[in-house]
């Protein structure tokens, strides 16, 4: 069974930053993407980064330049390293994998349960 454990969330000023980390554990074969999510109050999830196998990064526009996406393929983490951060970010930020487990031919979405991020004006 495929675990994904986040952690870092917090309150911050803005203008502060944060690092979101999210580790996997369990049966892994290989991980294929890694992704950051966040859902504010009463809107969709919507991507904010991801990586993806070869460590090339995607943004979302509104981020680029401030936070930073990484992946550690030994510890099965990725980070994202949040700079600059604005109040209209409060969110509950998940990380999201697509991982084969050991065994299996085929990916499957896996998801973290979710951190609260606050940045206060």
């Known amino acids: 069974q495929v675990r994904l454990v986040e952690s870092g969330g917090g309150l911050v000023q803005a203008g502060g930053s944060l690092r979101l980390s999210c580790a996997a554990s369990?049966?892994?074969?290989?991980?294929?993407?890694m992704g950051w999510y966040r859902q504010a109050p009463g809107k969709q999830r919507e991507l904010v980064a991801a990586v993806d196998s070869s460590g090339d990064p995607n943004y979302v526009d509104s981020v680029k330049g401030r936070f930073t996406i990484s992946r550690d393929n030994f510890k099965n983490t990725v980070y994202l390293q949040m700079n600059s951060l604005k109040p209209e970010e409060t969110a509950v930020y998940y990380c999201?994998?697509?991982?084969?487990?050991?065994?299996?031919?085929?990916?499957?979405?896996?998801w973290g349960q979710g951190t609260q991020v606050t940045v206060s004006s």
């Open positions: 999201n994998m697509r991982i084969i487990s050991a065994g299996s031919y085929y990916g499957a979405t896996y």
């Open positions: 369990g049966r892994i074969s290989s991980i294929q993407s």
